[in-house]
């Protein structure tokens, strides 16, 4: 799987991960249970690491700890999650339980989500990064309506990674977002790649473009997934799944090259049908 560098530190970040919200929120013995070993061998097969999730997500922290541990996978994995609350005790109490959910003594991004309470939490953060708690710190979000405040505190704060929605029908992270996460030398991890599952649902049991083979895709997911990654200031994205035969697909969608943007619009008018 190609891999891009985390511009604070240069570590080379694998381009596709996945996320765990709804797919990672099930019920222990359950039929979606057995499947998610098979989600987490197929991502790192690929050569894929980063694992997203959230105290928001109900149970898929605690799933995702035990499934780590079940199969030895910690040391593979690029563990990412977040804190969502308000206040500098509750934030650090809820951040003490996604280590133990987590099963593990470091995280290797802790990311405010949505923004709630940012500040408070990004002083908390700063202390845990210089004591190696957790490695990197970012800043997340999933509309545009949030994307002036995203801007102010990416202007603001020094920041390793910005999490930000992110698809082939919600470009308007181009407009400004992407273009400042470059120049500030900040991570971008693209969310809802297929617009939250709604794609894929729109997509379904429609034919491939012709000009898919060219770009070496060979399912609607990987497309999209593409189409993400072609934008140079994004450094990966992550696509939510339960399925193992789906993380199988889009870790594929990571290898190979990805099309300017010139390719993109060469096939607008196909795209907008
Ligand atoms: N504010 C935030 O911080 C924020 C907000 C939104 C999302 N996120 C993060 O970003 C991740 C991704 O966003 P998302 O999960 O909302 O939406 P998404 O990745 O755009 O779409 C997920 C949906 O696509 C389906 N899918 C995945 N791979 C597929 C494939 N190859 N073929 C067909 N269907 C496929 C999944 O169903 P199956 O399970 O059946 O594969 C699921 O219904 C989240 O899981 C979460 O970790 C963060």
Not at 12 to 18: E, H, R, S
Not at 204 to 213: E, H, N, Q, T, V
Request: charged residues 20%; neutral net charge.
């Amino acid at each position: 799987m190609t891999t891009r560098p985390i511009p604070s530190t240069q570590e080379a970040l694998p381009v596709i991960g996945c996320g765990t919200w709804m797919g990672f929120d099930v019920a222990a013995g359950s039929a979606e249970h057995q499947r998610l070993p098979g989600v987490l061998d197929a991502l790192f097969a690929a050569g894929g690491k980063l694992i997203d999730s959230s105290p928001m997500y109900g149970r898929a922290e605690a799933m995702t700890g035990e499934l780590l541990a079940a199969a030895g996978h910690r040391d593979n994995a690029f563990l990412a999650t977040k804190v969502w609350t308000s206040g500098r005790e509750a934030g650090i109490a809820q951040m003490a339980q996604s280590f133990q959910r987590l099963r593990t003594e470091h995280i290797d991004l802790m990311q405010v989500h949505n923004l709630v309470d940012w500040r408070t939490h990004l002083e908390t953060l700063r202390g845990w990064q210089e004591q190696g708690r957790v490695r990197y710190l970012g800043i997340t979000h999933y509309t545009s309506s949030a994307y002036a405040e995203v801007e102010a505190v990416l202007r603001e704060q020094k920041l390793d990674f910005l999490q930000i929605n992110y698809s082939l029908d919600a470009r308007e992270a181009e407009q400004r977002l992407l273009p400042l996460a470059a120049e500030r030398g900040v991570a971008v991890i693209a969310n809802m790649p297929f617009g939250g599952g709604s794609l894929m649902r729109r997509l379904r049991g429609k034919p491939l473009p012709g000009w898919a083979a060219e770009i070496g895709c060979a399912s609607w997911a990987q497309l999209l997934l593409k189409f993400v990654l072609s934008h140079p200031a994004v450094t990966c994205t992550i696509p939510g799944t339960s399925r193992p035969e789906h993380m199988a697909d889009n870790a594929a969608a990571g290898a190979g090259g990805f099309p300017d943007a010139a390719f993109w619009q060469r096939h607008a008018h196909s795209i907008d049908r």
